[in-house]
């Protein structure tokens, strides 16, 4: 059995491969399966301050390609976040797989609002999504498009943890739909990010029900996600290592198997985000993939997983 | 693997009662009883139905028009084209020759007729329990005494037809004169189907229940049909559920979650 743990920011994964935002993670139940299922750890939708509506339905869809989705960001509020966030603290039981709390506002304010109010809540790590594109018609361009927008909201929510939580690693979600994603990693460090989450859902794409003449999400448009963005994300992920080696990455962006895990740990990232695999191989894909993993290491003569990071320039 | 809405179109119509309409779709989605679509309105919304009738060549979905969705729904005529995902979810199952009680309370006679259907052919025997307010919401109240081998037993809260109590109250006095079921199935209101779950436990029972959440995606990944504490999705692992694992659903009758997740109690 080769070590398949991870360190990031600090925190120690039996495995690096965690639940990305948005897919499943509404409740401290749902979290436990996931892990019972052989994550790493969970990270739980996006929270907002107060109750958010997402979009009517349908929300996602699916075929053997790709995955759109504009479920709209859902959720109760911060009462809810902590009844379910403090639930899955009490009963995570002794091996106690990481939670990261991703948060989510509409206003540079609110990053910080809500970041103190999670932040009192002791999650073991804070990833700010400042880069979903299925509410740009209520938030306009998401802040992780423009490299001042992005640094400000890190900077805003550094300062409300130094209050509540000053030890509690920050990562920032960025987006891929940039020109530079490079430059907006640097700013978004600068400002005090202790780590990246690369990469968010792709676009927003449209499909269009030809026979109604009617785009299909309720929406009109959603992010783009599955297998098929794995290179993008990995060249992403590799750009940002080769430009800021010592900053920490989650990499996400159509992840399957334990072998694209590697693939993504090689480009530079430490933990890995499964969110639309989990459409392709159910929830069962955590364990799955960590075994896939597992024969790789064996078949290869590898050790310990962590020293695979970064491992291709 | 494909969960776009697929387009079809609406064969015929038929008015079942003043609010309920049935309508036939010309399309092979080989369903089973238990199963449920996701109806879309292009341009409108979606939501999750639960197929009354398939055959192998169409089937059938019966609506209330008590929203807005199926209301609009409700409008839509011969001809029209809706989209449609799945079908999705668990099937009920029976083995050959079973004495089956069926619970059907309000809209859930639906699936239990359909799987009624089924049973028959596969030699079982069916004491039909439908419950609902008054002998006017007895909806397919024409259809499931045609049913052979099925006795019809309709309960009505205020009497106007059949046992004057709930059908869970009549499948009792069954149960009390010694009558012995080999399976339950039941489809309806939580709060009834709670009831259910407790009584075929305590008899010893096996039991098929249909739990319904709040659902989105329908195929496991949206997450907001979880249920605590088991953190599985109903729209895979259920609709229809064995009794044991219910059991170990504790929010089973007790509270169920909206489209943000806030939890509502029963």
Known sequence: ?313 | MNNFPLSVRIKSKVKETPLVTTFTFDYPHRAEPGQFINVWLPGVNERPMSIAFDDGKAYTISVAAVGEFTKLLGKKKVGDMLGIRGPYGQVFTWKPKQRIAMLAGGYGVAPLYFAASRALKDGCKIDFFHGARSKDHLLFAQHVPKLKNTRYLPATDDGSAGFHGYNVQAWQEELSKGVAYDLVMTCGPEVMMKVVSDRAFEYGIDAQISVERYMKCGFGVCGNCTVDDLGITTCQKGTVMPNETVRKIKEFGKYHRDAVGRKHLY
């Not at chain 1, 360190?7 to 039996?14: A, I, L």
């Open chain 1, 1 to 313: 059995m080769a070590d398949l743990s991870v360190n990031f920011c600090g925190v120690t994964f039996k495995n690096p491969l965690v639940l990305a935002s948005g897919i499943l993670g509404i409740t401290a139940s749902s979290w436990r399966n996931v892990v019972r299922n052989g994550a790493g750890g969970i990270t739980t939708k996006s929270l907002w301050l107060n109750e958010h509506q997402g979009h009517p339905n349908p929300v996602i869809i699916a075929n053997d390609h790709y995955m759109l989705n504009a479920v709209g960001v859902p959720d109760a509020g911060v009462k809810k976040a902590e009844e379910e966030i403090s639930l899955f603290l009490k009963k995570r039981g002794a091996s106690k797989p990481p939670l990261i709390a991703n948060i989510i506002a509409g206003s540079v304010r609110d990053y910080g609002v809500i970041a103190e109010e999670i932040g009192r809540m002791k999650p073991d790590i804070l990833e700010v999504n400042i880069s979903c594109p299925n509410v740009e018609s209520e938030f306009g361009t998401p802040f992780a498009c423009v490299a001042g927008d992005a640094a400000r909201v890190t900077k805003e929510v550094k300062k409300a943890l130094k209050k509540v939580a000053p030890k509690l690693p920050v990562t920032v979600k960025l987006s891929p739909n940039v020109e530079n994603i490079v430059e907006i990693a640097k700013a978004v460090v600068d400002a005090g990010a202790d780590g990246l989450t690369v990469m968010n859902t792709v676009g927003p794409g449209m499909a269009i029900n030809i026979e109604s003449r009617t785009p299909i999400l309720a929406n009109r448009v959603g992010g783009l996600s599955g297998p098929s963005l794995k290179p993008l994300a990995v060249k992403f992920i590799y750009s940002i290592r080769q430009a800021l080696p010592e900053i920490p990455i989650i990499g996400t962006g159509g992840v399957l198997t334990g072998e694209d895990a590697i693939e993504m740990m090689m480009a530079g990232a430490t933990l890995v985000g499964i969110g639309t695999g989990v459409y392709y191989r159910g929830v069962e894909v955590f364990g799955l993939a960590a075994a896939e993993m597992n024969a790789w290491c064996t078949a290869n003569k590898v050790k310990k997983l962590s020293s695979l990071i970064g491992t291709v320039k």
